[in-house]
């Protein structure tokens, strides 16, 4: 169920690949052999146009630099990375618990490392009489990424306390105030790019709002740098 909650607005983070410190480790290694190979044929050569006996020394010269095998540098090097979430993504609610306690919670729609591109539908309804409006709230967290808890069914309830913070809000304006318990749906959908859609709509009188949040890493700098750090020490994951 929805408050009635203040408006407050502010970008998200973006979404990054699947094992961040895979990822910024196998794009190190790529831009070293990038960098060895334009010293000997000359800045922003076409990759396509790079003699395969040039790549391979450039490809042992990094791997001896870094204190590994040619066949592991081409292994990571080689890698797919999968794009998934990297964070929890839910709405937060108002829930009267059966003692008579009223409290917040955030309910996941998105769940860490579901692949992307993505897209869940929840269904919810209005807190109180009255109501004028609804305010989407976003947060994000890390419920269901240990290893014991991939699969669990209260992945998707998440006390507040457990959320790392909101990422913004977006207001659904009703054509007329709505009575308790009235149905609203909200949508998300994530995409390969970064990018976190936001469908809310008012199920009574089909009105509907539409919101995009554009941003850069949900992972903080410093969770990247020591990310990187660890690879650069052997240990990559």
């Not at 502010?10 to 094992?19: H, M, S, T, Y």
């Not at 334009?38 to 010269?61: I, N």
């Not at 839910?90 to 490392?113: A, C, R, W």
Request: charged share 30%.
């Amino acid at each position: 169920e929805f408050p009635d909650t203040p408006v407050a607005l502010r970008d998200p983070n973006e979404i990054v690949a699947k094992g961040a410190a895979l990822y910024a480790y196998r794009l190190s290694l790529k831009n070293e052999i990038d960098q060895y190979i334009w010293e000997q044929l000359g800045e922003g050569v076409d990759e396509k146009d790079v003699p395969e006996q040039v790549r391979k020394e450039a490809t042992a010269a990094i791997a001896t630099a870094k204190g590994m095998t040619t066949e592991q540098v081409e292994d990571i090097v080689g890698i797919t990375i999968t794009d998934v979430s990297p964070k929890s993504f839910g709405i937060k609610i108002k829930t009267d618990l059966p003692s008579g306690e009223t409290v917040y919670q955030v309910s996941n729609l998105v769940l860490v490392n579901q692949e992307l591109p993505y897209e869940k539908a929840g269904d919810y309804v209005t807190y109180s009489d009255n109501q004028p409006h609804v305010d989407f709230e976003v947060w994000q967290n890390m419920k269901g990424a240990r290893a014991e808890d991939v699969g669990r069914a209260d992945n998707y309830t998440v006390e507040m306390d457990e959320c790392e913070s909101m990422l913004g809000k977006t207001r659904l304006d009703f054509e007329h105030s709505l009575p308790k318990d009235s149905p609203l749906r909200v949508t998300f959908k994530l995409t390969r790019d970064g990018r976190l859609e936001l469908y809310g709509q008012d199920l009574t009188t089909n009105r509907e709002i539409r919101t995009s949040f554009d941003t850069t890493d949900v992972m903080s700098k410093e969770e990247l740098d020591e990310a990187v750090e660890r690879a650069n020490r052997g240990r990559i994951g």
